[in-house]
């Protein structure tokens, strides 16, 4: 595990990126690796001495087994865990760490680093400094002298810094001090300072004398930790030479046990006591080794076989070192056991599993044997060929060679022997007599069965369990027979021949496959060194891109120079062995792909039949690329994909399906589909999956139960996977809609409640589609206009607007249609009852995709205010034409009462005159009442209208 030798915590840069603003810090442990001392998560300089008490418990156990693990098989490390923080609360760690390696392989320290990931998918940045680190430990672990190692390091240690370019890494004898932009670390060696580590900035940004991060400081530490730690003087002389020997069993790749050898009274082996395993027979035990040291040797390995303790006192007895396999018959596996006696009570047993190379030389064995068999086949098929195409031949000098050669063809040509009848004549190999190990085809001419070809074995073969024949064989004796019947149909009958001839040429002519005849062309030590082109048909000659005639006669090297080289050696081998062979080649003038079939037909010439698999060849390729397309997928889906077996077993899973459930892979490839599924929801679960395994795809939404105990919706869609073979394989997509479904039972609630306020509103309410015309209006309707919403649904709304108000209505419309709102829009409406509804309405648009698709109308009955508006109205007209009659009858008085006025002053009669003035003065008064009363009701009514309240 990590040490705490290194720590770094996070930088405090606020224009870093995210990812780099994670706390980090790099550690270097011990070659055993010594548990670490974590800083605290959060950036808090606090160093915790008792960090494993400060684990989760969850965690503790599991951690612990995984770094023994993998220090003991010395693979790099790779753990996430939780950790209680500064804050009380647990931070999730993310730790990376390789092994340090000096050039004998030793292992001399850990390096790694630790990110605190809590809250954050894990970041890609630290890859950066984990990757120098293991780029320097290769280099260190490659061996090379002080200096060449220096050299390297100096030239990959910028790639763990955040701008490489800008950085110069030097190593140097002595002292070096720090400064500006400047990283000094000391390399130590032991007891002397083997040099310093100087890391510059180039570029030093101004108001800041130190431009590097944290954990760059501690990855400069920590290269030159490893730098001492390999050059350090060899410890190994101070080390006895015991423990050099235990060192070296503990870490062979072998199994090793170290026996204490049992004796009798005479001095004779009497059994075996384990007193040491190492590592790798730890592992194949499963057990660790203190609890197998001690105990007696059948207790502890209780496996092991009868040969293998026959070998144990053999060796225990003579002290001769002994080699030798031996197999379980319990398990099936094959070791290779090392036995030998370095001390008289001592007995060492080194065992090397040697099952998957058996198991390969045994496939390599049956693959030989059935390529011998082939090509035995093909070679007796080659020779008969020879014995039929042989110019002027007869009937029975083919019959007779035939039957010679065949024995040679079937697996044990020794013990065979052949014999060909054709109407009644006999044609035998030596040898032959009749015996029970036989089997014939029959030859037929011309329709006929004239004849057979019969092998047999003249004794029984070991291992043939009733069959003594390959099915190879049997295929080889009917074309041999197949082959006679057509021969002896060629030479009986020459009219038969011409026809047959005119047919084969038609075939080779017209056949899918190229056919080129060569005639071997050799020097004078006879070696082959070019083909000259004998015969081949129009699709060969297509191959070659001339006229047949053209090439009849041509050299092959002369035509495609470019192929002499490789084409000499493969065509030559042929032509010398007679052994034919298959390959496939690409033709270089245009880049096509052929599947040869090459062999000797006869001694000095060369066939070769071509099929053009170019588009095979294409269509490897695109299944190779849609394999790696469907691998892309699969990894960076957002969507969670497994592949479950029939069983209900998942066998791979994507990081989206991990990040869903919170299991890690190993635990998720130990469980069942169905264990994913919350309780309640598990009824139907195996119907589901054999639905599916039936061919039918399926989509279901279910619940389901994380690691951490969080109930999950997801949508699971199921299809088979044809080509997993019989049976299939089920492939698995997995969407979380948990959010969708809360939020589709909140529009669900939503849209209740709206429907209830709707449905008790005093106000007309309804929906109108351009499509669908009213798809909701609420119960309001029937009070305001007398039809029942039964009567509206499915109607347009214009159909009920009074003519009138149509202008008004379509104008409202128009804004609808650009997507603005519309309010305080009067219209009248069209009662059941014949009466109008003077309706202010306002309006919403519905839009769906960016497009109005409809209209949300709240209407209000507003007709006895309108009604109430024109009485007004009317009363403040009448008033105002009063007023303005007032005002002209007070002009018609004041004339007659000056001229009464000025009558009065002429009258004799004082108190008459008085009287008069008295009267005219008090009319004046009230006309003078009548002219401030309609001058007020005038500034009242300009008034109104300013405010238009009339």
Known sequence: MPSSDFTATAPEKRDLPADEAIPCRIWIGGPNGVAPALRETVLEDRYDPVWAGNLHPGDAEAMSARWERRSDAGVP????????????????????????????????????????????????????????????????????????????????????????????????????????????????????????????????????????????????????????????????????????????????????????????????????????????????????????????????????????????????????????????????????????????????????????????????????VALDNRVRELATLYAVSGVIERPGVSVEEVLRDVAVILPAGWLHPEDAAARIVVDRREYRSAGFVESPWRQESPIVVQGRIAGRVEVCYRHPQPGDEGAPFLIGERRLIDAVAGR?????????????????????????????????????????????????????????????????????????????????????????????????????????????????QIYRPQVGMLAVTGQDITEQKKAELALRESEERFRGIFEQAGTGIALIDPNGRIMEANPALVRMFGYDEDELYAMRSYDLIYPPDREGADSLHRQTALGKGVRREKRYLTKDGRIIWGRLTTSLLHDSGEGGLVIAMLEDITDWREMQNALAENEERFRQIAQRSFDMIYTCYHDRGITYISPAVTRILGYTPDEFVGRGCHDYVVPSSLPVWEEGQKKIARGEPVEGLEVEFRRKDGSVAFLELNESPIVEDGRVVGVQIVGRDVSDRARYEDMRMQAFYQIEQNIE?????????????????????????????????????????????????????????????RNELV
């Open 484 to 596: 006679l019947g057509r021969v002896i149909e060629r030479i009986r009958g020459e009219d038969a021949l011409g026809r047959s001839e005119e047919k084969y040429r038609l075939l080779f002519e017209r056949m899918l496959e190229s056919y080129t005849l060569y005639e071997v062309i050799r020097d004078d030590d006879g070696n082959p060194v070019d083909y000259r082109i004998s015969e081949l048909n129009e699709k060969a000659a297509e191959v070659f891109g001339r006229d047949r005639e053209e090439l009849i006669g041509q050299r092959l090297f002369d035509i495609f120079p470019t192929i002499a080289k490789g084409a000499c050696a493969l065509y030559g081998e042929v032509a010398k062995t007679g052994i034919p062979m298959q390959r496939r080649l690409q033709e270089p003038r245009t880049g096509r792909w052929y599947d040869l």
């Open 885 to 945: 009659q007032f005002a002209v009858l007070a002009d018609h008085i004041r004339l007659p009462l000056q001229v009464i006025l000025g009558m009065a002053d002429l009258a004799d009669d004082e108190a008459t005159s008085t009287t008069i003035r008295e009267q005219v003065e008090r009319i004046n008064a009230i006309v003078k009442q009548l002219d401030e009363g309609w001058v007020e009701s005038r500034d009242i009514r300009e008034f109104l209208r």
């Open 77 to 368: 490390w790779r753990c996430n865990y939780r950790i209680l923080g500064a804050d009380g609360e647990y931070r999730t760690i993310a730790s990376r760490g390789i092994p340090v390696r000096d050039a004998a392989g030793r292992i001399v320290l850990w390096a790694g680093v630790d990110l605190d990931i809590t809250g954050r998918d894990e970041p890609c940045w630290q890859a950066r400094e984990l990757c120098t680190l293991s780029a320097i430990a290769r280099a260190i672990e490659g061996g090379g002298d002080t200096d060449e190692i220096f050299r390297e390091t100096a030239a990959l240690l910028p790639r763990g810094f955040r701008h490489p370019g800008e950085v110069s890494v030097r190593i140097e004898p002595g002292t070096a001090v720090p400064g500006p932009g400047r990283i000094v670390a000391g390399i130590d060696a032991g007891e002397r300072t083997a040099g310093q580590i100087v890391v510059e900035c180039r570029r030093v940004p101004e108001g800041t004398d130190d431009p590097f991060l944290p954990q760059e400081h501690a990855l400069v530490r920590a290269v030159a930790m490893m730098l001492g730690a390999v050059i350090a003087p060899a410890h190994g002389k101070a080390v006895s030479s015991e423990h050099q020997y235990r060192l070296l069993f503990d870490q062979m790749p072998d199994a090793g046990l170290l026996l204490e050898i049992f004796r009798d009274a005479p001095g004779n082996p009497a059994g075996f006591r384990v007193v040491w395993i190492n590592r790798k027979a730890a592992e194949s035990l499963g057990h660790p080794r203190e609890e197998v040291a001690g105990k007696d040797l059948a207790t502890a390995v209780p496996a092991i076989g009868p040969a293998a303790l026959d070998l144990f006192y053999q060796v225990a007895a003579t002290g001769r070192t002994v080699h030798r396999e031996v197999s379980s018959p319990d398990t099936g596996f094959f070791y290779e056991l090392k036995v030998y006696r370095p001390q008289h009570d001592r007995l060492v047993v080194i065992a090397e599993d040697v099952t998957d190379r058996r198991r390969a030389e045994e496939m390599l064995r049956e693959q030989r």
